[in-house]
């Protein structure tokens, strides 16, 4: 099972708005609705901040939002703020045998 | 709150054996499947192992498979990965991380376990 594919970098200035993609196959993204998003920062454990594709948990800013359109999930934060930056990692349930499989991540900078 | 505290990570030969420790707190640890987690340095994250509430089903990723073991004790609330067969590959740290309901990928995370496998 491979990794889902991010793109490995995305940046912004504060206040915009950018969009994380994370594509997989009709094996694991685009068979379910149970795609999640976590944020990383450097020497922290990962957070999660999306889940079912695009339920927030309590506590989580609703600026950010996630969607899915067949293979490919995305995430989006808007009114980018400088404590936004970190690493975002999507995961996909993949059925029964592999279980879960991670994106690649993706490095957020605020410009 | 729920709390994750891994331990047992260290360094070890290729070829040796670790027994990671997953300790948790603040829920029904008996009621709710866990997984371990992995990210070598300066690499992404990579799902290892699951367990299933009850301790009755366990799945691996195939890099794994056949060499490390998920066990938990719902008495001790407490969850382990026993690794063999270590290679310099699995040099990562390890997160303890629960599981929602049974397919979500997890919710909440511990801190981490650094395990180096080197001679």
């Known amino acids: 099972q491979s990794a889902l594919t991010q793109p490995a970098s995305v940046s912004g200035s504060p206040g915009q708005s950018i969009t994380i993609s994370c594509t997989g196959t009709?094996?694991?993204?685009?068979?379910?609705?149970?795609v999640s998003w976590y944020q990383q920062h450097p020497g922290k454990a990962p957070k999660l901040m999306i889940y079912e594709g695009s339920k927030r948990p309590s506590g989580v800013s609703n600026r950010f939002s996630g969607s899915k359109s067949g293979n490919t999930a995305s995430l989006t934060i808007s009114g980018l703020q400088a404590e936004d930056e970190a690493d975002y990692y999507c995961c996909s349930y993949a059925g029964s045998s592999t279980v879960y499989v991670f994106g690649t991540g993706t490095k957020v900078t605020v410009l | 709150e729920v709390q994750l505290l891994e331990s047992g990570g260290d360094l070890v030969q290729p070829g040796g054996s670790l027994r990671l420790s997953c300790a948790a707190s603040g829920f029904t640890f008996s009621s709710y499947a866990m997984s371990w987690v992995r990210q070598g340095p300066g690499e992404g994250l990579e799902w290892v192992s699951a367990?299933?509430?009850?301790?009755?089903?366990?799945y691996y990723a195939d890099s794994v498979k056949g060499r490390f073991t998920i066990s938990r004790d719902n008495s001790k609330n407490t969850m382990y990965l026993q690794m063999s067969t270590l290679r310099a590959e699995d040099t990562a740290i390890y997160f303890c991380?629960?599981?929602?309901?049974?397919?979500?990928?997890?919710?909440?995370w511990g801190q981490g376990t650094l395990v180096t496998v080197s001679s």
């Open positions: 991380a629960k599981i929602p309901s049974w397919r979500n990928p997890p919710d909440y």
């Open positions: 367990i299933s509430a009850t301790g009755s089903s366990t």
């Open positions: 009709s094996s694991d993204v685009g068979s379910y609705n149970l």
